[in-house]
T-cell receptor
Framework: AQSVTQLGSHVSVSEGALVLLRCNYS??????LFWYVQYPNQGLQLLLK??????LVKGINGFEAEFKKSETSFHLTKPSAHMSDAAEYFC????????????FGAGTRLFVKA | NAGVMQNPRHLVRRRGQEARLRCSPM?????VYWYRQLPEEGLKFMVY????????ESGMPKERFSAEFPKEGPSILRIQQVVRGDSAAYFC??????????????FGPGTRLTVL
């Protein structure tokens, strides 16, 4: 079985500050990991994903995430927050064992203060 | 290339009525997923379909909910005899291949169902 835990349902940062959104996963098979962003009244959009290979993954809008197997984590970071980054962020996990589900975390809402 | 399309975007129903939500996947995508999002909650998987086949419906409530993806036309999520607890945003996603793996899912804008 797979699961995702996002620590902190709400995170607030100042514009220009570091963004750190935490995600821990549980998976009995090598995981595929994703971060999606959701702007108000819109669907989800892929930020980045980890499948295999390099554990530091770069995505759109300056975001990156690092897969740490020993910590079962896939935290999302951005060096400098912008007002336009205010949105809800979802971490997700899937596997390659033939299961079809992608399991989503509960989401973290990011607020950016001027 | 149009993205995933969902209609209607907003749907209001009274208790006991039926709700039909439509999803047209991206061109070339033959895999469709439905999710439900309740306020302040993440997305909950409901069902995964390929053309004319339900592959995984483990997230679907046992009663009143059904889904189809016919050979022609959009995928339909049908909710019979709606109750207030069905009020939520319903998202459809599609992928070109099975999504239980490394492939990204492309999401539609969602249908927001309100049950009065």
């Amino acid at each position: 079985a797979q699961s995702v835990t996002q620590l902190g349902s709400h995170v607030s940062v100042s514009e220009g500050a570091l963004v750190l959104l935490r995600c821990n996963y549980s998976s009995s098979v090598p995981p595929y990991l994703f971060w999606y962003v959701q702007y108000p009244n819109q669907g989800l959009q892929l930020l980045l994903k980890y499948t295999t290979g390099a554990t530091l993954v770069k995505g759109i809008n300056g975001f990156e995430a690092e897969f740490k197997k020993s910590e079962t984590s896939f935290h999302l970071t951005k060096p400098s927050a912008h007002m336009s980054d205010a949105a809800e962020y979802f971490c997700a996990v899937s596997g390659n064992t033939g299961g079809f589900k992608t399991i989503f975390g509960a989401g973290t809402r990011l607020f950016v203060k001027a | 290339n149009a993205g995933v399309m969902q209609n209607p975007r907003h749907l209001v129903r009274r208790r006991g009525q039926e709700a039909r939500l439509r999803c047209s996947p991206m061109k070339g995508h033959s895999h469709v997923y439905w999710y439900r999002q309740l306020p302040e909650e993440g997305l909950k998987f409901m069902v995964y379909l390929q053309k004319e086949n339900i592959i995984d419906e483990s997230g679907m409530p046992k009663e009143r909910f059904s889904a189809e993806f016919p050979k022609e036309g959009p995928s339909i999520l049908r909710i019979q005899q709606v109750v207030r607890g069905d009020s939520a945003a319903y998202f459809c996603a599609s992928s070109p291949r099975a999504g239980g793996g490394m492939n990204e899912q492309f999401f539609g804008p969602g249908t927001r169902l309100t049950v009065l």
